[in-house]
């Protein structure tokens, strides 16, 4: 569904990515590893149209989405969530995800049928009790299923999640795990940047590891945590199979 060729993106003479390529299939969990600074976010605000390349292509199903704005990526297919979230607190979770949903939309769209999409997709991430609440009000763990409900209201092709269990204690990641996994059976295709490997190896059918802002690795996840360098850059240790 989507295919990124030879993209390199350069901040002054710092290459955070550096002729990156790769496909993503459908219907597929891709994961994207590595350590700090390897370009994993700038990867996915080049493919969101927030940074432009500074070279190489970006395709989805075929079309061309260099010089395209975020909305309009959004519009096509395309929706993400953003490590650092930012609901608008004065707003109640309902209201939120509605502003997804009608962001979205390159139709018309009632009221009514943005407040269906935001119920359905707070229903999904376990929120659904808490519509009337306002988003100043939730735990980190409930901000970021909020973030994620506001992507899935967009009824996108493509969902591509930064880091959305980090900070999260180990019932809420098993929780938003679950969703994920919903989420993936569903039919949605999914590229995810994760520092927990081991939830990397749980959901993902092929890991992409970054290192420098260049590929290092690309396999399944077993082959991924087994692998010399990945180990030697980014493990430190050989980890067991999760």
Avoid at 4 to 32: C, H, N, P, Q, Y
Avoid at 111 to 120: K, N, P, V
Wanted: net charge negative; charged share 25%.
């Amino acid at each position: 569904m989507l295919r990124v060729e030879g993209v390199s993106k350069r901040f002054g003479g710092l290459a955070a990515v550096s002729s990156l390529s790769f496909e993503l299939r459908r219907g597929e969990i891709l994961g994207v590893i590595g350590p700090n600074g390897a370009g994993k976010t700038t990867l996915l605000n080049v493919i969101t149209g927030y940074s432009a390349p500074s070279e190489g292509t970006i395709l989805l199903e075929g079309k061309k989405l260099n010089g395209l704005a975020p909305y309009e990526i959004c519009r096509l297919g395309i929706a993400r969530t953003f490590q650092v979230v930012r609901p608008f607190g004065e707003m109640t979770l309902a209201d939120n995800v509605m502003t997804g949903a009608l962001f979205a939309s390159s139709r018309w769209l009632s009221t009514q049928e943005a407040r269906h999409r935001a119920d359905e997709a707070l229903d999904t991430v376990g929120l659904l009790a808490k519509r009337d609440v306002l988003a100043s009000d939730l735990t980190i763990g409930e901000k970021k299923k909020l973030e994620l409900a506001r992507a899935l209201a967009t009824k996108s092709k493509i969902l591509l999640l930064d880091e959305v269990m980090s900070g999260l204690t180990g019932s809420e990641i098993e929780a938003v795990m679950d969703v994920v996994e919903r989420v993936a059976d569903s039919g949605m295709t999914i590229l995810m940047i994760e520092h927990l490997v081991g939830v990397i190896v749980a959901l993902c059918d092929r890991v992409l590891v970054l290192n420098f802002g260049s590929e290092l690795f690309q396999g399944t996840p077993d082959e991924a945590i087994a692998h010399p360098q990945v180990i030697e850059s980014y493990l430190g240790q050989p980890l067991e199979k999760v």
